[in-house]
């Protein structure tokens, strides 16, 4: 299954009002929607616009409205933290703040080799939580709490813009309708609101009294005092947001005994998969962006199709394409994709095409358009389609299904489904 | 309604990738096609295979998610046994066990006429329960336990394979996720387990003890000495699955406020329809396989629908013929179930002929794919839609529905609709 993240798209005036799918080559896609059967699908439902967390979350037949709390989890999975239920995670910016405690630079000029300053951060020990800290690319970093009676019901201290003071951690306790069950200790009433609030407000301490410390750890790390003297901005501050609870999803294989790996670049899919049980795989070279190996990504998955009954193949740069607006990127990003797949045509058994969700080159950000999707296999009912974009796919057999919905109906056709009834 | 029990099937290579469907000559099913609106149908939800039980229940309006725990208590309402709720039922075979208690033959050389039988075993009487046990069809039977503190979270005695003894009844307490609502005592929390586990481990000594005493007599049987005489298998033990709890259903005229019948030969589907209530006729003739007399079905179907508003006409042969993985027989029953059809064309206001699942000649068992539904008659909104099948239909005004929307599609266009809110 490959899926192109963010891939869909809307009607472009400068396109004739086709969409990038419409214009780009793509002769394997449109042999998987000629051969196969296709269909538009909402990943989470219509109307909704998906991050690519909780679209990958339905795509791999989990119910993103039970267990997602927020994108840490997921970026601290991705990033080769073993997590356990219950932990709190973040994402985390190395970014710059003056003497008065202003934000200069979200990203610290785009630091990167951050590892001295992660270790010096990781010696934290604050009583009440176990503190997990990790580097990953470029200026990004991930922060885990660990232990009893934590909460993810706090506010973040990234203010988003420049020119602001950090934001002071705080208990915010969600509406019951916004609670989810992963986090078992907000889903009860009026009862236990008390108790919730006590959690929030020692978890908000918690992270305030972590980002002090970080903020007196890393001001003085001769890695800054180093930058400082090049008038590079240091990574005195640790920007924290995303805070999720980390969900205990039933694994991937017990709920559809399909043995599955992942091959990918961006943390975030990579931590859903890893959450969900599946086999991750580090491929050189693949970077989650439009400069990625495609092809080293392409041998892997056939790799681990030898002990895999299936592998989710993703691209982040389509995607990534399309919240520059770069059009032309889009395109050429969409037509190595298809390169690729051509060697999974006489590999495989079934190959499905899809993306996460929509992200039109206009909008440049994600919309609830739903994705076209095509799948061929043996036994597959095809249909008229012939080629495969947003609209061809549309007229298709599948008609307008849900994300949930994908996995049951591969593992259904290839003879893995779960009968109910007699 | 025509229901052709697993007509609905996968593109077949030998028949240049059709279906049995597009291949048959079918004028009438085309005929309501053609006049009226189609669309594709998950009987339950995209990606998951029903069993007939299910699917009839869903294709009724019901929730089969609620009222499900097992296949017994339809089967035993179709043999004609007056259920109540609470009960307990079963499917049995007649089998044979040799002296070290190995079954040898899973349905005791296919006997029949097994009513001596069956009158020794409701002889048993053991203290907490009541049991009322009937023979139905050659070598099969049905058990129905009634009683208080009695629960239908208890394993089966049917080893599935000769070779091997009949298994001892144990309590296995589903998870809270597999709890249905059917049986409140399963639904509460850690408080009712206690209460659980103890009526599920009464349950399974009452089923052991039954099983014991029905061995007893049935080895002694006058009938079983003179079998054994003949060097036939001796029917000397009954083997019990799909144990279930008798649902209490919303009746279908209190739900539909339609007065309905139910024409079919087989003992599930007459049971799912007489515990909602509906009106079962009896058909001489009508034998729930390819040689069914499919003319009597449809003259028993127009005399009913001299009292009834609906009238559901089931035909199980091309299920049949689909496990038996006969193309030849498939194609056939749906030839003969279109030729009755015609008699409907003027006799009737709506017409609509759907499957209950796909039943693929090659998978030989049913799978997820969407069923093909058509409905004609006045008012409805033609599509472009000119033949019935499954590749067809998906291009139909109907789009793709779900089982519990059929009925209340149909009442709708009958005049028999529910208006919420004004």
Redesign the interface.
């Known amino acids: 299954m490959i899926i192109c993240d963010g891939m869909a798209d809307r009607s472009i005036p400068e396109l004739a009002y086709k969409t990038p799918l419409e214009i780009a080559k793509k002769p394997n896609m449109d042999w998987i929607a000629k051969r196969g059967i296709s269909g538009i699908m909402d990943a989470i439902a219509p109307g909704v616009a998906p991050g690519s967390d909780t679209a990958h979350l339905a795509l791999l037949g989990y119910d993103p409205y039970e267990i997602y709390t927020g994108r840490g989890p997921f970026e601290a999975a991705g990033a080769g933290i073993e997590l356990k239920p219950g932990d709190i995670a973040f994402r985390a910016n190395y970014a710059t703040v003056d003497k008065n405690m202003v934000v200069t630079d979200r990203r610290a000029g785009r630091i990167h080799d951050t590892e001295p300053l992660a270790e010096a951060v990781q010696n934290i020990k604050i009583k009440g939580a176990d503190f997990i800290f990790r580097s990953t690319v470029g200026h990004r970093a991930t922060l885990v709490l660990r232990g009893g009676g934590i909460s993810p019901e706090v506010t973040d201290s990234d203010p988003h813009e420049e020119g602001k003071k950090p934001l002071k951690f705080e208990p915010c306790l969600k509406a019951p309708e916004q609670v989810v069950p992963a986090y078992p200790i907000i889903a009860g009433g009026v009862r236990k609101y008390v108790m919730r609030r006590r959690r929030a407000a020692k978890t908000a301490k918690l992270l305030n009294d972590f980002s002090h410390k970080a903020h007196e750890i890393l001001k003085k790390h001769p890695l800054n005092i180093e930058r400082a003297k090049k008038k590079l901005p240091p990574a005195n501050y640790l920007l924290l947001r995303g805070g999720g609870v980390v969900p205990r999803l039933v694994p991937f294989y017990e709920k559809f005994k399909i043995r599955g790996a992942c091959v990918a670049a961006a943390a975030l899919v990579k931590g859903v998969c890893k959450l969900s049980g599946m086999t991750v795989v580090n491929v050189p070279g693949a970077t989650g962006s439009v400069d990625t190996n495609l092809d080293a990504k392409a041998k892997a998955a056939l790799q681990q199709l030898k002990s895999h009954d299936f592998v989710l193949l993703h691209v982040k740069g389509s995607d990534e394409a399309s919240h520059d607006g770069n059009l032309r990127a889009k395109i050429d990003i969409i037509e190595r994709t298809d390169e690729i797949i051509n060697q999974f045509i006489d590999a495989v058994d079934f190959l499905v095409v899809t993306a996460d969700h929509t992200t039109p080159i206009e909008f440049k950000n994600h919309t609830a358009d739903p994705v076209p999707v095509a799948i061929s296999g043996p ?6 389609v012939k080629t495969y974009s947003e609209r061809s796919a549309a ?8 994300g949930k ?9 290839m ?1 893995k ?6």
Do not use: W
């Not at 036994?379 to 008229?384: C, K, M, N, S, Y």
């Not at 007229?395 to 849900?402: F, P, Q």
């Not at 919905?405 to 056709?413: G, V």
């Open positions: 036994g597959v009912r095809a249909d008229d007229n298709g057999g599948l008609g307008r299904i849900r919905d994908l996995i049951p109906i591969i593992a259904d056709l003879g489904g779960h009968k109910f009834g007699e």
